[in-house]
Each structure stands twice: as C-alpha cells, then as structure tokens.
C-alpha cells in the first residue's frame, strides 16, 4: 500500500488486495446498514467483516494488512480482524490485549494518519509523517520488504499528490510497471504468494483521497488473479 500525507492533513492512497480467489468478496458498498450505518467496505462474505472501510460522514477510511505473529495463537482461539477497518471508521480503534493473529491497520481520518500494529505481543501505534510511504505486512517503509525497497523511491519521484491533479493516474501507471514483474518476484506490488507458501493472490487496487472534502475510494478488480490488464 502507497499512502502521501499532506502538511495540512489530507492523505490519498493506493492498496492492492492480496486474498485466496477461492475466498468471495464484495466490491464496495454499503453491505452492513445495521451495524454500521453509512459506512461502505470491501466485504470478505465468509467472516462478513472488510479489508477497506469508509465512512463519509465522520471523513475515516481504515485498511487492513496481514502481519505476522511473533507469538502462536491456535486458530479455534483466534477471532476475525475482518471488523478492524469497520470498527476503526467509526472511531473505535483496537486496544488492549487481542485474540487476534497480527495486524497492520492503517488509519485515516481528520486528526492525524496513522498505523496501529499488532503481532500477537504488542499493540503499537505509529503516526505516518507528511509525505510518501509504504507499508506491506512488516513496519512503514521497511527496506527489508522487497517490493517497498524497489518502489518506493519511484512513487516518491512523482511528488507530493496535492501538487497533480493527475496524482490517481500517475500512480496507476507506475503500478502497472511495477505488474511487467512477475507476480512470484518478491519486489512485485500485483502478487502471487503460492510459491511463498501462501494462497493468495493480488485480486483487486483502490484509489481513495480523504480530506475536508470527503473520502472518495475506486476500486478496480483485476482480471485474474495476479494479472494486470495491459
């Protein structure tokens, strides 16, 4: 996930879903008008919860990462994160000790940006600084990470977003270069983690912008899994 904060808070941001295609979703819309009234999310139906929640009126967005655990939390114990990003837009953000396997929830709304961690130990909050950052499953802007290692010196080459008003599309493209990788590189943004180990797959990019005009988020599915539409 890409994320530019300006100076006098606005943020906009670009995040790639990486799940088992196997696993249904749903685009974004309002899917849970009881719980969370006017609130809309990218719906996991399994679990029911979202990776990415917005809510317009009180100007959060909230998107959820895998991190992993530093302890072992069996899995009958183990709750879904799936109402982290939900319960983050409604200005409820998680605290205390947590049934939960890790977590980066990247958090966005008109006080400050930022991201709160968990790996099965510690709960740990960070502010995201003005500027250009990346976060994956591991700290923002971790070199360690491949992919971060690689592109982010690119999207901070373009600039800050609020001086383009072409920002959305200009980070698109370089998305779409970053996809001329092959999807099990470890510095590939569009992904296939089944050679890692894992069964997910890239299925889906938004592009969303929140600032004192509202928050705004596009979301765009992939093809297929892993592919970019060249």
Same mark, same amino acid.
């Given at each position: ?17 990486? $799940?088992d295609?196997? &696993?249904?979703?749903?685009?974004? /819309?309002?899917?849970?008008? =009881?719980?969370? +009234? ?5 719906r ?14 009180? /100007?959060? *967005?909230?998107?959820?990462?895998? &991190?992993?655990?530093?302890t072992? *939390?069996?899995?009958? &114990? #183990?709750?879904?994160?799936?109402? *982290? ?10 605290? /205390? ?9 990247? $958090?966005?709304?008109? =006080? ?5 961690s968990?790996?099965?130990? $510690? ?5 995201? +600084? ?29 600039? +800050?977003? #609020?001086?383009?008003?072409?920002? #959305?599309? =200009? ?5 779409? $270069?970053?996809?001329?990788?092959? +999807?099990?590189?470890? &510095? ?43």
């Amino acid at each position: 996930m890409v994320i530019d904060v300006a100076d006098a808070g606005p943020a906009r941001l670009l995040a790639v879903r990486d $799940e088992d295609p196997q &696993r249904d979703w749903d685009a974004l /819309g309002e899917w849970w008008p =009881e719980a969370y +009234p006017g609130v809309s999310g990218i719906r996991d139906r399994r679990a029911g919860g979202a990776w990415m929640a917005m809510n317009p009126a009180s /100007g959060r *967005l909230a998107v959820l990462l895998n &991190r992993a655990d530093v302890t072992d *939390l069996p899995e009958e &114990r #183990a709750q879904s994160r799936g109402s *982290l990003a939900l319960e983050s837009v409604m200005g409820r953000s998680p605290s /205390g000790v947590l049934p939960m396997h890790g977590f980066n929830l990247l $958090e966005v709304g008109p =006080e400050e940006t930022r991201v709160i961690s968990w790996d099965g130990a $510690e709960l740990r909050t960070s502010a995201v +600084p003005p500027g250009t950052h990346m976060i994956a499953h591991d700290d923002l802007d971790d070199e360690v990470t491949p992919r971060i290692r690689t592109w982010l010196p690119r999207f901070r080459a373009l600039g +800050p977003t #609020a001086a383009s008003a072409d920002w #959305a599309e =200009e980070w698109t493209a370089l998305l779409a $270069e970053s996809a001329a990788l092959a +999807p099990e590189d470890d &510095r590939a943004i569009i992904r296939d983690n089944r050679p890692h180990g894992y069964p997910t797959q890239s299925l889906l990019y938004a592009v969303a912008s929140v600032s004192p005009d509202g928050v705004v988020v596009r979301d765009h599915a992939l093809p297929s899994p892993a592919h970019w539409d060249h």
